[in-house]
């Protein structure tokens, strides 16, 4: 199998004494958004991360991070999460036989990524407080017990997560003209950043893209300029009021000249169901608000039409459908019966 941090070791801290482990992350699909790229005049393709093997992009740099601490003689490793990193930390943990330690916000993550965590045995602790008190108590411990931080405080978290970036290159033959992001934790808005740098430094990519970042405008620290003490978004996985890498995400956005913007709970669930609609792509809430603001951005008049777009769909909309499913009874339940079958379906 084509690992990870086999094909970019050069521009990853891999050294001889890393351990190249993988459970077939990364090499996800840069798909062409034919449909929705000719409704908003755009050439748009989306970086489609559910393929990953916990069907989100955290796998790349949770993948980086267990190597090194393996590397360094590590035995357990702890993690606060909106869901996608506790699952992706329980099973890299699980498999390359360390103890994962998995802190979320109770009754706050998705069903499917608290059934990932739990199968792939992790300790799994709730406590009553959103992410950033999961993220504040998870930072204390580890700097007081033997036990590593894989959140994207931890560098080998970013490093990881760049090589996004050089797949989209590798794919597009340059940088795309604009890159749209969700943004939680504002970890992987640096990454990508970090990633489209690195690649133009190494003569792969003659330009850079304009970052655009989006979070939900009831969780959109950033785009108000200061934290947020209760976020709430139907985006579980972006529901964060005081980003980690906040300074990182504004250097992004500024070098690049780019954007960071917010959209609502309505424009994030419009663009799920046209992403599945047009597209045949099923990703989750927090992953649409890319979308919502590459419609948001269009709706304003940016784009003149030429451009190349890409905007990264996250998560695999498996691991939540609960909003989804709110919607189960509108399905028709007919008698066992071809006549009725018939008339239900119109022919
Ligand atoms: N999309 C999804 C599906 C996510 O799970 C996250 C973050 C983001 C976007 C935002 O990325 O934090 O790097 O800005 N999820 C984290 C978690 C916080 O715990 O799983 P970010």
């Not at 329980?90 to 990524?113: C, E, H, Q, S, T």
């Not at 909309?317 to 709110?326: C, F, Q, S, T």
Request: proline share 5%; aromatic share 6%.
């Amino acid at each position: 199998m084509l690992k990870l941090l086999e094909k970019y070791s050069n521009l990853l801290p891999v050294t001889s004494s890393t351990p190249l482990i993988t459970l077939g992350e990364g090499f996800t699909p840069l798909i062409q958004a034919r449909k929705i790229g000719e409704m908003l005049g755009v050439n748009l393709y989306l970086k489609y991360e559910g393929t990953n093997p916990t069907g989100s992009f955290k796998d790349r740099g949770m993948v980086m991070a267990i190597a090194k601490a393996i590397e360094n003689g590590a035995r357990s490793v702890i993690c606060a999460s909106t869901g996608n990193t506790s699952a992706s930390a329980a099973a890299y943990a699980a498999a390359f036989d360390l103890r994962a330690i998995v802190v979320i916000p109770a009754g706050k993550i998705a069903m499917g990524k608290l059934a990932q965590a739990m199968i792939y045995g992790a300790k799994v602790v709730q406590i009553n407080g959103n992410f950033d008190d999961c993220l504040k108590l998870v930072k204390k411990v580890s700097d007081d017990y033997p036990v590593v931080l894989v959140n994207s405080l931890n560098p080998n978290r970013i490093e990881g997560q760049k090589t996004a970036s050089f797949e989209i290159v590798d794919v597009l033959g340059d940088s795309p003209d604009y890159h749209f992001l969700p943004v939680g934790n504002a970890g992987n808005i640096t990454a990508y950043w970090l990633g489209y740098i690195q690649y133009q430094k190494e003569g792969k990519a003659k330009k850079l893209p304009k970052m655009m970042g989006f979070q939900a405008e009831g969780a959109a620290p950033i785009v108000r300029d200061h934290p947020v003490k209760h976020p709430e978004t139907v985006a579980t996985a972006i529901r964060i009021g005081n980003p980690a890498s906040w300074k990182r995400a504004i250097a992004a956005r500024d070098e690049s000249k780019g954007f960071i913007g917010m959209v609502s709970d309505e424009e994030i669930l419009k663009a799920q169901h046209l992403i599945a609609l047009k597209e045949g792509i099923f990703c989750e809430p927090a992953s649409a608000a890319s979308v919502a603001g590459v419609i948001k951005m269009a709706k304003s008049g940016i784009f003149n039409g030429d451009e190349t777009v890409v905007a990264t769909l996250t998560g695999n909309g498996l691991k939540d459908p609960d909003v989804i499913l709110r919607e189960m009874d509108k399905i028709s339940t007919i008698p066992n019966d071809i006549s009725a079958f018939i008339k239900e379906v119109g022919f």
